[in-house]
């Protein structure tokens, strides 16, 4: 879906809704409004062994400035964290 983007991989602390859904999140210092998730998925391991597994949800983002943004939730027993995975030109 997404090919283009710079690589950021940074952890960033996110405000969600529902118990899933995102709605803002801090990235060095700055505070990012999410008007738009123009795309999510799921993305599970079910190669490796169950206290290994990687299970992501991913989000494509648009923040109150027109930036995009790729984010995900690592779903790790007990100690779920975000990842803002990569910026955007576009989500296409």
Request: glycine share 4%; net charge positive.
């Amino acid at each position: 879906m997404v090919a283009q983007g710079k690589f950021i991989g940074e952890r960033i602390v996110v405000e969600v809704i529902n118990l899933e859904e995102p709605v803002r999140f801090k990235w060095r210092n700055r505070e990012y409004h999410i008007v738009k998730i123009e795309a999510s998925s799921r993305r599970l391991d079910l190669k490796s062994t169950w206290y290994r597994r990687k299970h992501r949800d991913y989000f494509i983002v648009q923040v109150d400035s027109g930036e995009w943004f790729e984010i995900y939730r690592h779903r790790v027993p007990g100690k779920p964290y975000w990842v803002l995975t990569r910026k955007l030109s576009s989500p296409d």
